[in-house]
């Protein structure tokens, strides 16, 4: 491969960084651009690649829950960036968390220690024509800039129902929350006793909280777009208003959480996780949120612990935006109608730090590929990985749902073929996973010397 046909890769984030490792690790050369240092998205914060924007973690790691086994065959197959999350892990209990700017800052060295990757710091505005590359993948994730959105609305039709809300969480610091009233301790003693800091309230402590969510003022979504979230990152006050116990079984689940104080569950618990290594910042577990900068922080501080506490970032929402990938792309995420252009990573309609890196993996997969007279190597459907390209080209929807809009999903075991044998549903979940990754093994076996895994 010479220099004179590199693959373009227009935007440095999570898919866009795996895509761009994969292929030069392969011997094809590539430019990657990014926007930033002379520009951001309203929800960036930092000038670093592959940046987390809301949340540090990766999810859990549990083999028996769907994004845990994606993580696990991707570093099977040899995934760059799920080896640079691992080495930078904060302590999470079953989850992999990391500290976000070790991790942007390891996969920046990922990127200059490739000499065929040449990385270029300018905004892309227009999607580049076939005369400009021969492959060019898309991976400007949910809040590509608006210039080259409308670039892309015009290539893919009208995207303007394609959008969700995404919230996040505030941070906080960590000697400012009151070791006096909070208390170390992970979900039945999962991982290490210090993994999470957690406030735990009473009754009427909670249900006081509860009244001064549902009654704050929220950030409004524009009069001319209907506010709709994604359910698996909904903003606290959107779930409170669905019933008073509704936080108290989600993420202020008390659940497994003794209070060494009392030997006993609270009512309900704020969980607090850290955000880097030396845990001097924490992330508020599941409270993404659009309220008001000021409720927020008169709101929060009402729970025991946070009475003073110094807020690093507020929450905040911003809008995702995401293609038709069923309707638009074919078995390659090639555009059908400009087969040069693939697109890559959460604006296809994955949802998730480690489903976007998987899209981006599966992507330089497929351009490899191709540059060499290979067939399609995707893993089966039964694997993590599978499963994502089968969502992303909507395989696995419903007959009766098979010409509506596209839904953007975390990695989840409703996206996997049905095991061929009746379980017990307790032993559905480990068996969906063993599936996977014996599939992923086998499939390895006989096209990873293909494909340079």
């Known amino acids: 491969m010479t220099k004179k ?32 240092p002379q520009k951001r998205t309203p929800a960036q914060s930092s000038d670093g690649y592959a940046e987390l924007v809301c949340s540090n973690s990766f999810r859990s790691s549990s083999l028996s829950n769907a994004v845990g086994v994606i993580k696990e065959e991707m570093r099977r197959v040899g995934g760059a960036l799920i080896q640079a999350a691992d080495e930078c892990r904060v302590p999470a209990g079953d989850a992999l968390a990391v500290d976000r700017d070790k991790f942007s800052e390891a996969v920046g060295s990922l990127l200059r220690a490739e000499n065929r990757i040449e990385i270029v710091e300018e905004e892309v505005t227009e999607l580049p024509t076939a005369k400009d590359a021969k492959d060019v993948v898309i991976a400007t994730g949910p809040l590509t800039a608006p210039a ?38 992970s979900r039945y003693g999962k991982g290490n006793a210090t993994d999470y800091l957690n406030c735990p309230l009473n009754e009427e402590q909670y249900n ?21 979230f994604f359910e698996g990152c909904l903003p606290i006050e959107v779930i409170a208003a669905r019933g008073r116990d509704s936080l108290r079984f989600g993420c202020m689940k008390p659940v497994g959480l003794d209070d060494p104080r009392t030997g006993r569950w609270p009512y309900a618990v704020l969980q607090l996780r850290a955000e880097n290594l030396d845990k001097t910042a924490y992330n508020l577990v599941g409270f993404q949120t659009r309220l008001k900068w000021g409720d927020q922080k008169r709101i929060f501080s009402m729970i025991p612990g946070l009475e003073n506490v110094e807020f690093h970032r507020l929450g905040q929402i911003h809008r995702n935006t995401y293609i038709d990938s069923p309707q638009l ?26 489903e976007s890196t998987a899209c981006g993996l599966l992507v330089a997969w497929m351009i490899y590929a191709r540059r060499n007279g290979l067939p399609l190597p995707i893993p089966p459907p039964t694997t993590a990985l599978g499963a994502l390209h089968s969502h992303v080209l909507g395989k696995r929807r419903a007959e009766t749902s098979s010409n509506e809009n596209h839904v953007p999903s975390n990695i989840n075991w409703g996206l996997f073929p049905r095991l061929e044998k009746k379980v017990r549903k307790s032993e559905r979940k480990k068996l969906y996973g063993e599936r996977a990754l014996f599939d992923v093994n086998e499939w390895q076996t006989r096209h990873g010397e293909q494909l340079a895994l």
């Open 5 to 36: 046909d590199p693959v373009w890769i227009i935007g440095a984030g999570l898919a866009g960084c795996e895509t761009a490792i994969q292929l030069a690790r392969r011997g094809i050369d590539v430019r990657l651009f990014e926007m930033k």
């Open 148 to 185: 080259l959105a409308q670039s892309i609305a015009e290539a893919c039709g009208d995207v303007s129902k394609l959008y969700f809300y995404d919230a996040i969480a505030p941070i906080v610091s960590a000697d400012s929350v009151d070791l006096e009233k909070a208390y170390f301790a």
């Open 208 to 228: 006081l909280f509860v009244d001064e969510v549902i009654a704050a003022q929220k950030v409004d979504a524009h009069e001319f777009e209907s506010a709709h």
């Open 329 to 354: 792309l074919n078995e390659w995420f090639q555009l059908k109608n400009q087969p040069h252009i693939s697109f890559a990573g959460q604006i296809t309609g994955v949802e998730g730090y480690v």
